[in-house]
């Protein structure tokens, strides 16, 4: 399906790609100069990658949810999915997809696979766990309600990486919940109260 008559985003495809691979060099690097642990496969690679697209359907079936439960939240998210569709909606379908799989991979990369795991070795794993949720939360932050989110997808990305001891499990689960979340904010706005041409809402 191709994104016909949307206005172009402010930043190129090449420089989100870039921004979104950057990560992941940044992690990898990090991973490579303190001699991080990196638990690859956990119970192997086909599982993984199943566990990995399962977790990811479930986790976001399940925000879809709760976020049409009244006033559980502390404030709207209105405000953030028009946002988010605006940028959006600005991209092919194609550099969605690589954006996607870049943040699965890169952003898994830096939190769970070099801040969860050097916390991990310092520390303990609860603390491991609890500190990479929060700076996640933290580096995704554009409201309190959108910080919340974040750390709790954060914590349970953390707690997959913890108990399967795979960062491709991560990696793909973080990866296949963009892919979903921006198809269902651009093929069905409207279950995010957008509606019309959001790109000229406030």
Not at 166 to 179: E, N, P, R
Request: charged share 10%; aromatic share 12%; net charge negative.
């Amino acid at each position: 399906m191709a994104l016909n008559n949307q206005r172009k985003s402010k930043v190129s495809p090449v420089t989100a790609l870039v921004f979104q691979g950057g990560i992941g060099v940044v992690g990898l690097l990090v991973i490579l100069v303190a001699d991080i642990p990196v638990q690859m496969f956990g119970a192997g690679l086909l599982p993984s990658v199943l566990y990995g697209a399962l977790g990811a359907l479930c986790t976001y079936g399940a925000l879809l949810l709760l976020t049409q439960i009244p006033a559980l939240f502390p404030d709207n998210l209105d405000r953030q999915m028009r946002g988010l569709h605006r940028f959006a909606s600005g991209y092919s379908w194609f550099v969605l997809f690589l954006l996607s799989v870049f943040a699965g991979v890169g952003e898994e990369l830096l939190f769970r696979g070099a801040v969860q795991g050097w916390l991990a070795v310092h520390t303990d794993t609860t603390t491991a766990v609890l500190a990479a949720s929060v700076l996640f939360g933290l580096v995704h932050y554009a409201s309190f309600t959108y910080f919340v989110i974040a750390t709790g997808l954060g914590l349970v990305l953390g707690l997959a990486y913890a108990l399967s001891d795979s960062i491709l499990l991560v990696m793909v689960w973080h990866g296949v919940y963009d892919m979903v979340a921006l198809f269902c904010l651009l093929r069905f706005p409207e279950w995010f109260g957008i509606s019309g041409h959001p790109e000229d809402q406030d």
